[in-house]
Structure formats: structure tokens, C-alpha cells
């Protein structure tokens, strides 16, 4: 039987209506049968502190072994003053510090957004794509799942009704797990011709 790919959620927001968690829960309704994703709320990851980078919270300790045991990560955002939210930025900072540690280095990962605004967060997405850069990740580029005027298409349940954002979350998911184990099999040819290159070294001498 295949593993299934597991996926760590994480949601930028705070708001008990959340929209960003309505089209996180949709995800989850939605995961494909060969995945799997687990939310991690980061709602009490302290605030940052470099002086305490070498020894972090409880929460810290526990969010950057849930990141490190994923194979992919999902991030849902608002968009606050053309940026992401602090909470987001406060969650990362705190996971990839310190230098050393790298856990987000090379994960895939998968972002969407929504908001009650004209553009969905897509100007969040591309902020947060800049630390994906700078953090050595996989960011999917297609399908975008960016929803404008979210308060339209969420129920008084926080249930996602817009069809075609429930179709792209399920397409986006598709191409995250595919992407992962892409990248996964690149990983391992990798590692193999450095083995085949150093076993070749050895026989010279």
C-alpha cells in the first residue's frame, strides 16, 4: 500500500470566523485518499525572541518537529496591510530560527487565501512567497486559490459553498502531493549518483 503524504496545515488567522480556516477545513474535507492533512494552530507561539532562539517554547519545539515529520506543507493566509499577518510571519520567524535547524528547508508547500477584499490575499501570497525564497521551499505556482469577497461564498458554519474554490482547493492539493513526491524521488537520485560518484572515487585508488 502507498504512504500517504502527510501535509501540516497552518492558518494565519486568528478571527473565530475565519475564512482562511473555512477554506482550510475544506481542505481537509477535500485531502485525496493517498493524504492526509493535520492543522497546527499557532495561535500560542510567543512572540519571537532571537535571545531565546537556541531554547523556544513548548510550542515551538512541538511545531518545528510537526514541520520537520511533514512532507508538505499547506498555508492559508488573510492579507493585513497588503502583507501577511503577524501571527504567520511570528510562526515562521520562530520555527526557522535557528540558522542551523533549516526545517522548512526544501518542503513543498501549498498557499491560498481569502478575503473579504477586491484581490483574495493574492498580495499576502506573493510576500509570503518571498520568505519561501529566502527559506528554501517548493512553492506550487498553479492552480492559484486566491478568494475575493469570501463573505459571500461562507456560511454561518464557515463552510466553504463557492464550487470553483472547492474545485481548485482539490486540484491544488493534487498538484502538492504530486509535487512532493516529485521531489522526493529527485532527492533520492540525487543521493544515489552521489553514492555511485563516490564509490567510483574509491575504486581509483
Known amino acids: 500500500m502507498e504512504n500517504k503524504t502527510k501535509i501540516l496545515g497552518i492558518v494565519g488567522s486568528l478571527r473565530k470566523g475565519s475564512f482562511n480556516k473555512a477554506l482550510m477545513h475544506a481542505a481537509v ?3 485525496p485518499e493517498n493524504a492526509e492533512i493535520e492543522i497546527f494552530d499557532i ?8 535571545d531565546l532562539e537556541k531554547d523556544p517554547a513548548p510550542i515551538v519545539k512541538e511545531f518545528k518537529a510537526k514541520i520537520k515529520a ?5 498555508i492559508a493566509t488573510p492579507e493585513y496591510n497588503y502583507s501577511i499577518p503577524g501571527l504567520l510571519k511570528n510562526a515562521i520567524d520562530s520555527a526557522s530560527r535557528p540558522n542551523s535547524d533549516k526545517v522548512f528547508d ?3 508547500v501549498a498557499l491560498m487565501s481569502a478575503s473579504s477584499g477586491r ?7 506573493y510576500h ?6 529566502f527559506l528554501n521551499m517548493h512553492p506550487i505556482n498553479k492552480p492559484e486559490v486566491i478568494l475575493p469577497q469570501a ?9 466553504l459553498t463557492n464550487e470553483e474554490t472547492r474545485k481548485l482547493i482539490r486540484q491544488l492539493l493534487e498538484e502538492l502531493v504530486k509535487w512532493t513526491k516529485q521531489l522526493l524521488k529527485n532527492l533520492k537520485q540525487s543521493r544515489f549518483e552521489a553514492i555511485r560518484a563516490v564509490q567510483s572515487l574509491v575504486h581509483l585508488f
Open 43 to 50: 495561535s500560542s507561539i510567543p512572540t519571537f525572541n532571537q
Open 151 to 159: 463573505q459571500q461564498y461562507i456560511d454561518e458554519n464557515g463552510k
Open 70 to 74: 511533514a512532507d508538505a506543507l499547506f
Open 119 to 125: 484581490l483574495g490575499g493574492a498580495r499576502a501570497q
Open 106 to 108: 526544501g518542503k513543498p
Open 29 to 31: 474535507e477535500l485531502t
Open 128 to 133: 509570503l512567497r518571498q520568505s519561501c525564497v
